[in-house]
């Protein structure tokens, strides 16, 4: 079969090389200029780093097996991280149990019961007992009112903003269960990330299915995904005229129609944005379409600051601070060395927010310039000749917001029209969307495509 995929990140390359597996030829689609969509990277003192923070947990097995696979499985360290809060305007330690008892912003008796609730999600393995309640509400009930609003309220709003009353427990335990899974012991959790970056390994698979035979077609947007009689039969790109359309018009792989490049396909598998595929192919039935339309994302903006001195001694440091305009400051070099930054030290300032917020559409300048003051609560010793340079990602369909009763809503990887199938992360369930499982559904979506499930 000749299989169309559309969208070159984590699923859009891992469903790629799959499908190469299994003998099909494979045409990928990527609308940027560059492979690793999400994980895509940009060059800090030298070193690529993701423009996004990323790290993977010890129970990622999938990804640590496909980097592995590619041959980069010396590059991959395990380190011990220091995750902390920044809560009553000072930063607090908070991995090991003694931590919690020495987190002031709350009551004694609420720290006890934090503990407890924390310790019950960690052991309690199924994610189904959960389902059809909200996280505010488990929260609250079993953690407490005051752990709620000291901790858990500023994280859900931080990253969901008004749509955090809406999430789903179920969720939000498998989460915990994950993160604590990532701990040898009670004293230390530990973080892999791959020397070099993640982005080494989205590069070898573009490298490997190219190699393997794949046409892929960057800075190439799909607007149009053909259906005939309830069947995708290929995908249409603007604008016929370039060096690359004119080698697929050459190679009998695609027609030239009007000012668009059509590529017949016998399947066509969608790694894009539920509402990006709802935009491509208006044929999908209503029930479906209703899902797509259900599936929601925040957007996020990551700003990387390269920094002269350490801001905190903290990797992970969760703001509860709701007038900071961050929810959580990831100090990367207190992860790795500062030495592969040219001896600077990187931060990332990741701020989740709504597509429509004026900060969200605001100049670069202006959300640099509401960040600064902020940063010397954090260190009071900062001072803004320590930023030596500094950029800013934005993300529209960042984080998926996942509700109760979520696994009713997930659209079907094969949609109603024979031969589409779409994944993306809205359809990682119960756990939270990351490169792991990004993986796992775009080799599964491959499978389903090629008739192999
Ligand atoms: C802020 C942030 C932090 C994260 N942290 C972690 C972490 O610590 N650990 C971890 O494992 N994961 C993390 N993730 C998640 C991880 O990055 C994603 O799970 C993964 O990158 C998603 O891959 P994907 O292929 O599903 O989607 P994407 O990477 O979004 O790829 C989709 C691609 O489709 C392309 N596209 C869209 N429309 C079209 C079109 N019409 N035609 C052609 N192409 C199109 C896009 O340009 C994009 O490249 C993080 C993500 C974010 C945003």
Same mark, same amino acid.
């Given at each position: 079969m000749r299989i169309a995929v559309l969208g070159g990140g %984590? %699923?859009?390359?891992?469903a790629a090389q799959e499908l190469l597996r299994l003998g099909h030829q494979v045409l990928l689609f990527e609308r940027s200029g560059h492979l690793g969509g999400q994980l895509r990277t940009v060059d800090i003192e030298g070193t690529p780093l993701e423009c996004f923070y990323h790290h993977i947990f010890t129970n990622d097995t999938i990804i640590e097996g496909l980097i592995d696979e590619l041959g980069l499985g010396e590059k991959l360290r395990w380190v011990p991280s220091r995750v902390g809060f920044f809560c009553n305007?000072?930063?607090?330690?908070f991995v090991t149990p003694a931590d919690l008892l020495r987190f002031q912003p709350l009551p004694l008796v609420d720290r006890v019961r934090l503990g407890l609730a924390s310790v019950y999600l960690q052991r309690q393995a199924d994610w189904r007992a959960f389902e059809g309640y909200t996280a505010e509400e488990w929260l609250k009930r079993w953690a407490g009112e005051q752990a709620y609003r000291v901790i858990w309220e500023p994280l859900l709003y931080g990253k969901f903003g008004d749509a955090a009353p809406s999430v789903g427990m179920a969720w939000f335990h498998w989460k915990m269960r994950l993160r604590f899974g990532s701990r040898r012991?009670?004293?230390?959790e530990y973080l892999g990330y791959l020397e070099g970056s993640f982005g080494q390994v989205w590069q070898r698979l573009a490298a490997r299915i190219a190699t393997l035979g794949a046409h892929v077609y960057t800075s190439t947007q799909v607007n149009r995904i053909r259906v005939q009689d309830g069947r995708a039969t290929g995908v249409e790109v603007p604008p016929a005229d370039t060096a690359a359309m004119g080698e697929a018009f050459a190679a009998g792989l695609a027609e030239r129609v009007g000012e668009s490049a059509f590529f017949p396909a016998d399947a066509v598998i969608g790694t894009i944005p539920s509402p990006v595929l709802l935009r491509l192919a208006p044929e999908l039935p209503e029930g479906y379409t209703q899902l797509l339309a259900g599936n929601r994302y925040q957007a996020v903006m990551?700003?990387?600051?390269?920094?002269?001195h350490p801001l905190t001694d903290i990797y992970w440091l969760n703001i509860t601070d709701r007038a900071m305009p961050f929810v959580a400051v990831i100090e990367h070099t207190n992860l790795m060395r500062t030495e592969d930054y040219g001896g600077?030290?990187?931060v990332y300032l990741s701020n989740y927010i709504?597509? *429509? %917020?004026?900060?969200y559409q605001a100049s670069?300048? *202006?959300?640099? %310039?509401?960040?600064?003051p902020h940063l010397s609560r954090i260190n009071p010793a900062f001072r803004q000749d320590w930023? *030596?340079?500094w950029r800013l990602f934005r993300e529209d369909a960042a984080q998926p917001i996942i509700t109760t009763n979520y696994p009713g809503k997930i659209p079907p990887l094969a949609t109603p029209i024979s031969g589409l199938y779409m994944a993306n992360n809205t359809q990682v369930y119960p756990e939270d969307r990351g490169q792991n499982y990004s993986v796992r559904i775009g080799r599964e979506v491959a499978r389903l495509a090629a008739g192999q499930t």
């Open positions: %984590a %699923a859009g390359l891992t305007g000072r930063v607090w330690d012991g009670l004293a230390k990551c700003m990387i600051l390269v920094l002269k600077k030290h990187v709504n597509r *429509e %917020a004026p900060l670069d300048a *202006e959300v640099f %310039a509401s960040y600064l930023i *030596e340079d």
